[in-house]
């Protein structure tokens, strides 16, 4: 998650949860008392061992938190009503009361927070831009799936869930996928500028063997219609060789990745998201 007011942002990489503090030299803080925990969410210290972000926090002047599901085999609820839902509770709501508790403590603007996250975090960042479309900015999310592919499963863990959808055998319509982010929060009233959805920027490995590379098609007919954008052309190549960028609409709301030969775990872009973020 990023935080940020004039120079200053927040991130919240969604596997983990810890803070990175805004100083010269920034340093790692578990951070306990930020409020309301339905979700038990935790804070793991070493994921920032997994990407830059950090030493792009500490030149750029922003925080970045870390959380962590301690549950279902530390994947995050996505199956649940509560967290499907704005204020429901369960884990979107623990990292919603994260967001709160930054601004308040560290005088940051709370227009600029944006989410990234991998598999499981992915997941959540499609289920917090469909819940609290008024917390987040922008988000970006690697190897992930649409909001609700796992409502009503059993579980959110390869090991438990229904995994139908992340298998690539549930295909409903545009239409029905955009209402089904739009029922995670039936009160949000979507306004340009003044009050705008967040924008999505999807990551998928076209061998991906845990999500199926054709769940990214149900992302974007989702996403498309829920941010009223049709495709608009492709740049190859971009960001590295192999990657097909997918430019939707004058491409400032929604892009979309496609990363030719990539497995699960697509490598980090971070120069890429934090332009998506308007951080660099």
Not at 132 to 143: K, L, Q
Request: charged share 15%.
């Amino acid at each position: 998650m990023f935080f940020s007011s004039l120079t200053r942002a927040f991130a919240l990489f969604l596997s983990l949860v810890t803070l990175v503090s805004l100083t010269l030299t920034a340093e790692f803080k578990q951070i306990l008392n930020f409020g309301n925990n339905p979700g038990h969410a935790n804070i793991a210290l070493e994921e920032s061992q997994f990407s830059h972000y950090q030493q792009y926090a500490d030149n750029l002047g922003f925080i970045v938190i870390y959380p962590e599901s301690v549950k279902d085999y530390k994947c995050w609820d996505v199956n649940r009503y509560e967290s499907l839902h704005h204020y429901g509770g369960s884990d979107s709501l623990s990292i919603v009361n994260m967001v709160h508790w930054a601004p308040v403590t560290y005088l940051i603007n709370p227009k600029r927070v944006y989410t990234t996250g991998w598999s499981s975090g992915a997941l959540m960042s499609q289920t917090l831009a469909a819940a609290y479309p008024e917390v987040f900015a922008s988000f970006s999310a690697f190897s992930g799936a649409p909001y609700g592919c796992l409502k009503d499963s059993p579980a959110s863990s390869l090991q438990a869930a229904d995994l139908s959808c992340i298998q690539g055998k549930i295909i409903k319509s545009p239409q029905e996928w955009g209402d089904l982010a739009r029922s995670a929060y039936p009160g949000f009233f979507p306004l340009p500028i003044i009050n705008p959805r967040p924008k999505m920027q999807p990551w998928h490995g076209t061998e991906d063997d845990v999500i199926t590379y054709a769940v990214l098609n149900e992302e974007i007919k989702q996403w498309t219609n829920v941010l009223g954008v049709s495709f608009s052309h492709n740049e190859t190549d971009t960001p590295r060789p192999g990657y097909t960028k997918m430019v939707y609409g004058d491409g400032s709301q929604l892009v979309v990745y496609s990363c030719q030969g990539v497995g699960h775990r697509i490598p980090n872009e971070e120069v890429t998201v934090l332009k998506w973020f308007e951080i660099l």
